[in-house]
């Protein structure tokens, strides 16, 4: 591991090829030197301090991957290849998804600042659960759909689906999201999907870093749902703008991301304004309607595209997607090299500003990741 000296505020970041990587401030009480050495520890249990910088003043840690290690694993901050790289070098038997989402947030070309080491392994620990819980999410596609599991959901139209007495918010939601544990799909829009699954994974991390806020939680889920806006804005930090863009290909696992869909036609289609995924890592995206399936970024933007080819009206004149026409153009652009390099060039430019169908593709500017949950530092506040 490398000592960044003198260099570990933003001025020396911006000199390291864009890399900003982590501040990790102390903790109150916490010893001097005890959050770098826990740090230190992570690096070294992953196999991965010989790829770090760090600097500890005293109030905080700067860290961040070195400029030859970025170029290496992550160049042009492309993380979708970052799992493999690591992987080509591993001699150790750590948890390879943790792995990936330290160095990515090493490398990241925007700081991530948290008030301790605590915060830190705590945000790890969500990131982990959330791309493992997307993983095993499999349901039906029903942007209007009304269905939970009987047995311990319940809904109301002003609070939304709310549990039944004494049913626990942790295995609820996952009956409701994973059919290896219920053995049936429910169904979601992709935008409810993805609050589902982030709940599931702050609540995990709950048990080990806030079990208080976890009981919170439980009590807010017996009255009323936090959902769409009203989610956002309480568990959920949005990192880049549209003025500073995260790099196209810059993905950490358990990101929640939205591909836009750039075609003013068929985004009138209920459910297809966008697609709303989290990164699993490895280069995939979740496929919450066919999770053995995941996607790449490729073919992800490419689905997207030929939502503008199967848009129909049905016989009351409503607009609606035809997925077989979609699973059709899809199997044939990815067949054909050049039809598929056309797509993408306009595919993967940033999307447009909303409400504006011009030039822009899918990509959007910013990712999300949960807020901070530990006793003291955490940014959740339930509305009640």
């Known amino acids: 591991m490398r000592d960044l000296g003198n260099a570990g505020g933003s001025g020396g970041a911006a000199q390291n090829s864009g890399v900003r990587g982590l501040r990790i401030g102390r903790a109150g009480g916490e010893r001097p030197g005890a959050g770098a050495a826990a740090l230190r520890a992570r690096l070294q249990r992953l196999g991965i301090e010989r790829f770090a910088e760090l600097h500890d003043d005293g109030d905080a840690i700067a860290c961040r991957l ?27 038997d750590a948890d390879p998804l943790e792995r990936e989402i330290v160095v990515a947030l090493l490398a990241s070309p925007q700081e991530f600042a948290y008030p301790s080491h605590a915060e830190f ?41 709310t549990l039944l007495p004494g049913q626990p918010l942790i295995p609820s939601l996952r009956k409701a999201t994973q059919p290896d544990v219920s053995g049936k799909c429910y169904a979601f829009s992709c935008y409810r999907a993805t609050e589902y699954v982030i709940l599931l ?13 976890l009981r919170q939680l439980q009590r807010q889920w017996e009255t009323r749902a936090i959902m769409s806006g009203r989610f956002h804005d309480t568990f ?78 049905d016989d009351d004149g409503e607009l609606q997607i035809d997925e077989t026409v979609v699973e059709a153009r899809v199997r ?42 530990c006793p003291g530092t955490a940014d959740i506040v339930l509305p009640g």
């Open 66 to 92: 070195a400029a030859d290690a970025a170029h290496a694993l992550l160049p042009g901050h492309d993380t979708l290849q970052l799992a493999e790289r690591l992987a080509a070098g591993d001699g150790t």
């Open 332 to 373: 044939q652009s990815l067949a054909d090299p050049e039809a598929s390099a056309a797509i993408l060039a306009a595919m993967l430019r940033y999307r447009d500003p909303q409400g504006v169908y011009a030039d822009g593709g899918c990509i959007d500017s910013t990712r999300e990741c949960p807020r901070r949950i």
């Open 121 to 161: 392994a705590a945000a790890v620990g969500i990131r982990r659960n959330i791309a493992a819980a997307a993983a095993k999410t499999a349901l039906c596609f029903d942007p209007r759909g009304i269905e939970r599991p009987a047995c311990c959901w319940t809904y109301r139209e002003d609070t939304g689906f």
């Open 201 to 213: 994974g702050i609540a995990e991390a709950l048990q080990e870093f806030n079990p208080v806020l």
């Open 236 to 313: 959920l930090h949005e990192y880049g703008s549209m003025a500073t863009p995260l790099p196209a290909r810059y993905y950490v696992p358990g990101d929640r991301v939205w591909f836009r869909n750039p075609d003013a036609h068929s985004s009138d289609a209920p459910g297809y304004e966008g697609s709303w995924v989290i990164y699993l890592g490895g280069g995939l995206f979740s496929n919450f309607w066919q999770r053995d399936r995941p996607y790449t970024l490729a073919g992800k933007c490419i689905e997207v595209y030929h939502w503008r080819h199967a848009a129909r009206r």
